[in-house]
């Protein structure tokens, strides 16, 4: 039913009463949402799954309890996102351990977590949102305990893939320097004809 009354200053009073608690109410919405959002974890499983396909190694502690250098193919498990990295694989369960990588929910964010021992804790070592922080964290990781006797950075595929596609981005960089300077020399071509022609126009006729 149509009601044609002018609004009382009371029934607008009402409204913006019911329009802040309604945006308080889509607002409690909203973060209960972004509180159960999955977290991403693409690129993190991605560096994994590439660099494990390469003939990089690491030092680690072996079945026997003893050092030994182990290829990543064999130290690197990627599975229902979450990410293992094993430093040690001893039949000693005490000091067998890996480092676990996996997106929390809870936390909004990417956990970083040693396991070592029969029936691990976790030992958190690095939380952040960022998926780049995370792989950087990684990458410092793996620095410490790369094997350069095995490990040769010229023989990686993905090394080789690297250089190509670094080589393209400088020749592009340079063919576009090149288009940007012949641009200008053009432009400067034209104005210095344009420039010519209107001298020309305005030089004045004798009268005869």
């Given at each position: 039913?149509?009601?044609?009354?002018?609004?009382?200053?009371?029934?607008?009073?009402?409204?913006?009463?019911?329009?802040?608690?309604?945006?308080?109410?889509?607002?409690?919405?909203?973060?209960?949402?972004?509180?159960?959002?999955?977290?991403?974890?693409?690129?993190?499983?991605?560096?994994?799954?590439?660099?494990?396909?390469q003939?990089?190694?690491?030092?680690?502690?072996?079945?026997?309890?003893?050092?030994?250098?182990?290829?990543?193919?064999?130290?690197?498990?990627?599975?229902?996102?979450?990410?293992?990295?094993?430093?040690?694989t001893?039949?000693?369960?005490?000091?067998?351990?890996?480092?676990?990588?996996?997106?929390?929910?809870g936390?909004?964010?990417?956990?970083?977590?040693?396991?070592?021992?029969?029936?691990?804790?976790?030992?958190?070592l690095?939380?952040?949102?960022?998926?780049?922080?995370?792989?950087r964290?990684?990458?410092?990781?793996?620095?410490?305990?790369?094997?350069?006797?095995k490990?040769?950075?010229?023989?990686?595929?993905?090394?080789?893939?690297?250089?190509?596609?670094?080589?393209?981005?400088?020749?592009?960089?340079?063919?576009?320097?090149?288009?940007?300077?012949?641009?200008?020399?053009?432009?400067?071509?034209?104005?210095?004809?344009?420039?010519?022609?209107?001298?020309?126009?305005?030089?004045?006729?004798?009268?005869?």
């Open positions: 039913m149509r009601n044609d009354k002018p609004v009382t200053p009371a029934v607008k009073y009402f409204f913006r009463r019911l329009e802040k608690r309604a945006a308080q109410i889509q607002q409690a919405l909203n973060e209960q949402e972004s509180e159960h959002q999955e977290v991403s974890f693409e690129e993190v499983e991605g560096f994994f799954r590439q660099i494990m396909t003939n990089i190694f690491i030092h680690t502690v072996g079945l026997n309890g003893k050092h030994e250098s182990t290829i990543l193919s064999k130290a690197i498990f990627s599975m229902n996102r979450v990410v293992r990295v094993y430093y040690s001893s039949f000693d369960e005490n000091q067998s351990g890996f480092i676990r990588l996996r997106p929390d929910v936390l909004q964010s990417i956990v970083v977590e040693r396991m070592h021992g029969y029936r691990p804790t976790a030992d958190v690095y939380v952040s949102r960022d998926q780049c922080h995370v792989i964290f990684m990458i410092r990781w793996l620095l410490r305990r790369i094997d350069w006797d490990t040769k950075l010229n023989n990686l595929d993905l090394y080789k893939r690297f250089l190509e596609d670094q080589q393209a981005e400088i020749e592009r960089k340079i063919a576009e320097a090149e288009a940007q300077r012949e641009a200008e020399e053009i432009q400067q071509a034209l104005e210095k004809h344009q420039a010519g022609f209107i001298r020309r126009r305005i030089v004045p006729t004798k009268i005869k």
